[in-house]
């Protein structure tokens, strides 16, 4: 069938709320490590997938997943062991006083869990976001989500601090930036008659625009929500995971301590599983009064297939490799961006890169700097490599490849990079 | 480890949140078919589980799941036609004007999305729900479901009306008396400025107590949701997937047409897989203003998994089954009703059974009837037969077994019930 007759079902059965990647969309029948295969048999190499994180199929979770499938998938209300070891090996790489794990099917349930939970602690409805935030599709998720669009109202007792800037003038005041404005988005919480519960943040700020640097300058920022009697939800869907190369979790980088953390898309490579982490003393009245039974959340398969990712982490060094590759990665966005103009501000930590895409300041040709994005990702795609864009404007170039990334990697993507911003019109 | 080990080791891990079944809890390690196996190599009989609904480990389901997981498991930004199958076939189930199939990883999400869409495009927050409905666990699917108990405060745009009772007067009336209630709830919700925005019910009232009876009562409340101008979401994560016998949707034993269909626990047979089937038009406005993408939400692997239960619905004629040995299972608890004075009311559609313990009316020994049901459940669970209980007042013995369930199952948990039964004191 072809990709013409296939948007037309999925227009047809599954209506207009599923978009798809690319003006030319691929069709993607069989994945291996870093790399995508299409019906036709052409390869495409992955720089975008932060689900699949230990590589495409990876044999040690499809034989973990086979494995369990075939013996037993059932819920939490029967005891198991492997549930209790995994959270227990979890909970040692999160430290500090996160000591349960509770256990969603996704990012989306997570964050939702951890906002039951610093309401009904706290007593309090308030909470505050970046500018650009983006924290799941729940409806209480989606209120904190101003990623969204207009479309999506925030919610009443939501408010919003600009993200910290990629291109900020003292990025290390950033964080005492944010914290300023907190205080102003708290007090207008507590004008309100809401209170003040928690802060939220994605700790790598994907959807803001991909902000890494400098590693600690969210201490200020961690220090002031505390200040404020509110939480602080460490969203680590993103940078979880050993994605950032320098630590398992992206809070872990800035040195803070969040009360809860949030985890879910690389969890399982693939497999539906997130969680919630809570120092302890949070879930307790919560966990004995209110009922929170996920019928899926640690399901036996779902577990299997979160502890081989943590065993390939391990035994294949994808820590190292994403500190290491990602910094060839880094090097390499920085040395186009000395030669291409449309490009600006290339950053990342591990292998979690972007880079901006005719930002002010520089020529932009004339059209908008997002269209240059969409051109450049789609040209990417042409040259059989996958990326995406982000960011509040959508022109940051998001480069997030499954871990195994390797240095030869690195050099195809920016070979074609380097090919599609030259045959870009000046 | 012990029992008890396992038990300090969830509190510690897990939290206060996790609660288990029966007084000596089972540590499952084994699933086959209808049959459960401890670690110690202990054989249980499954009365309870829906979610593995052709049988615990169906070797068709394990292979779909292996050779996907082998291959690839991917998101839906890129095209892909098993996807599209699968829509293509569930919706052919569903009939009516049910033309979209939008994928999400839980119950609870396909709720939480169902809300959405329900008020987004009704530009009303107001919905009614039965008494003790129970619906899923985020924010906005919580408020939603009282038979979360007090602790969790209902929305402040959610109404109840009384769920049908097993042992009403003229149960052919019930429906008209839900109408009734209904245009109360209405009223209420217009008036506090909320308008009336959608009507849920799990199609056979599982948390109210297990309702089925009789086929077609609910016509008279869905005629009359559509009269209020409210849309009615047939919550099917219970009664769906030929679980009742008579149909593949437990909508369609009452022969209402709902505009959405929520649908969930047994459509991966374990595998996290849930949905929202719409009438078309009434995601055009929500697909195309807000975006939806869930991330887990229709993953490669998942599709397989539930292309393969429908295979093996199909192959192995399990709704058939449902219906021949569901009507054996509710003979076997008349029977029993009939010479136990703790049971009554015993009802079903299909594997879908229901009997209260000790209603009102008859001799309590002094205890309280959800005590009773208590004592009843872990008697079973010392048999080795699993089942659950039920109901507002907890006092309802729920059994749901997977649907290969035969007929030498239904006498064993028969001749189980009725050597505990007549243990208990009189």
Redesign the interface.
């Known amino acids: ?1 072809s ?1 013409g007759e ?2 037309a ?2 227009r ?10 690319y003006e030319d ?7 291996e490590g870093v790399h ?1 295969f299409d019906a036709a048999g052409n390869e495409y190499l992955d720089a975008y ?1 932060n ?2 994180c230990v590589g ?2 990876h ?1 040690r ?2 034989a973990a ?2 494995d369990q ?13 492997p ?2 070891d995994y ?2 090996r979890l ?1 040692a790489t999160l430290g500090g006083g996160l ?5 969603t ?5 997570a964050t ?2 951890a ?2 939970i610093a309401r009904f602690q706290s007593g309090r409805r308030g909470v505050v976001v970046t500018a650009n935030a983006y924290h799941g ?4 998720a ?1 209120e904190v989500s101003p990623s ?2 207009p ?2 109202a925030p919610g009443e007792a939501v408010r919003t601090i600009a993200a910290p800037a990629p291109g900020a003038a003292d990025p290390e005041r950033e964080g005492e930036r944010m914290a300023a404005e907190l205080a102003v988005a708290v007090a207008e919480l507590e004008a309100a008659g809401h209170g003040f519960a928690a802060f939220l943040a994605d700790s790598i700020f994907s959807s803001d625009g991909v902000v890494p640097d400098p590693a600690g300058f969210l201490r200020p920022l961690a220090a002031a929500v505390a200040a404020h009697g509110g939480l602080y939800v460490a969203d680590e869907v993103q940078a979880g995971f050993a994605r950032t190369g320098e630590a398992m979790w992206g809070f872990q980088r800035h040195g803070i301590e969040p009360d809860l953390v949030t985890m ?2 690389p969890m399982g ?4 599983i997130a969680a919630v982490a ?1 120092r ?1 003393e949070l ?2 009245e ?12 640690g ?4 577990i299997v297939a979160a502890t081989a990712v943590l065993d390939v982490i391990e035994d294949e060094g994808l820590l190292a490799n994403a500190a290491a590759t990602g910094a060839q990665l880094l090097a390499a966005l920085t040395e186009l961006e000395g030669r291409h103009p449309l490009l600006r501000h290339a950053r990342g930590a591990g292998l979690f890169t972007g880079v901006d895409v005719a930002a002010a300041g520089k020529p932009t040709a004339g059209a908008d700097s997002a269209a240059l994005a969409d051109a450049i990702v789609n040209g990417l795609r042409r040259h059989r490599v996958l990326i995406a864009a982000t960011g509040p404007r959508g022109d940051v170039l998001k480069i997030r490849p499954p871990l195994p990334f390797a240095a030869a990697d690195v050099d195809r993507l920016a070979g074609a990079l380097d090919d599609v911003l030259a045959a870009l019109p000046a």
Do not use: Q, W
Not at 69 to 81: K, P, Q, S
Not at 105 to 109: I, R
Not at 269 to 272: A, D, K, L, Q, V
């Open positions: 069938m990709g296939l948007l079902r999925r047809r059965l599954l209506g207009p709320a599923y978009r798809h990647f969309p691929v069709e993607i029948v069989r994945g995508l997938n689900v699949p495409h199929a044999p979770v499809v997943i086979a499938a075939g013996r037993l998938n059932t819920h939490t209300r029967y005891l198991a062991a549930i209790l959270a227990e909970l000591g349960h794990l509770m256990f099917c996704s990012g989306s349930e939702d869990l906002l039951r599709l729940t409806t209480a989606s969204l669009g479309a999506v879910g898309k490579n693939g497999m539906p809570a302890a879930v307790e919560f966990g004995r009064t209110i009922r929170y039974f996920n019928t899926f959340g399901n036996s398969v779902s």
